[in-house]
């Protein structure tokens, strides 16, 4: 089955503690990305990464690490994680950056608390 | 940066009723998709509607496109208690590898 997982769906942590989510698609896509979700704010674009070895900031990149080794993987990385972090977070793929034809496929989401 | 503005923010209508969602826009695009969130989960895409295009249709879903107004209209028709769920809009915004998110209508369908 075609999917962007997400791993861990909830994550439980405190503040300074280096933590890792992964992000893994099964679609060969050449683009990934990754969002927070906060309420009232909408989705808002962390990083994303173009092919292989090319990442990209978005609109709110400090605090967080990517990289992108593997095709398929696209990690989000926390290096000290602070309480304004704790958010809802999507990785999403696509078969091309243009989007003309090739819309976002989403993770099921991973919820991260920061205390 | 948020481009997309959803209108309304929030609907809540009777089961079998059409339910219409709007989207404004700034700046020229390429294309314009629609997402769907069921609550806490990730998005999915319902349609992309392309520049040129006027009006596109997938099953009970209308997607209409007026770049002149920079504005686009989703529709559901006889709507359906799973319909129940938060309903996005994104453009590229002419550019490649960003979307830009509107902040979501909150479509609420009672039974």
């Known amino acids: 089955e075609a999917q962007v997982t997400q791993n861990p769906r909830y994550l439980i942590t405190v503040t300074g503690k280096k933590l890792t989510v992964t992000c893994s698609q099964n679609m060969n896509h050449e683009y990934m990305s990754w969002y927070r979700q906060d309420p009232g704010l909408g989705l808002r674009q962390i990083y994303y990464?173009?092919?292989?070895?090319?990442?990209d900031k978005g609109d709110v990149p400090e605090g967080y690490k990517v990289s992108r080794k593997e095709k398929r993987n696209f990690p989000l990385i926390l290096e000290s994680p602070s309480p304004n972090q704790t958010s809802l977070y999507f990785c999403?793929?696509?078969?091309?950056?243009?989007?003309?034809?090739?819309?976002?496929?989403f993770g099921n989401g991973t919820r991260l608390t920061v205390t | 940066s948020q481009q997309g503005e959803e209108d309304p923010q929030a609907l809540s209508i009777q089961e079998g009723e059409n339910a219409t969602m709007n989207c404004s826009y700034k700046t020229s695009i390429n294309n314009l998709q629609w997402y769907r969130q069921n609550s806490g989960r990730g998005l999915v895409h319902l349609i992309l509607i392309r520049s040129n295009e006027r009006e596109k249709h997938s099953g009970r879903l209308r997607v209409t496109l007026d770049t002149s107004k920079k504005s686009s209209s989703l529709l559901i028709t006889a709507s359906r208690a799973a319909d129940t769920a938060s309903y996005f809009c994104?453009?590229?915004?002419?550019?490649?590898?960003?979307?830009?998110w509107g902040a979501g209508t909150k479509l609420i369908i009672k039974p």
């Open positions: 999403a793929s696509s078969l091309s950056g243009t989007f003309y034809n090739s819309p976002l496929h």
């Open positions: 994104a453009t590229d915004a002419g550019s490649n590898y960003q979307l830009i």
């Open positions: 990464s173009m092919n292989v070895e090319v990442t």
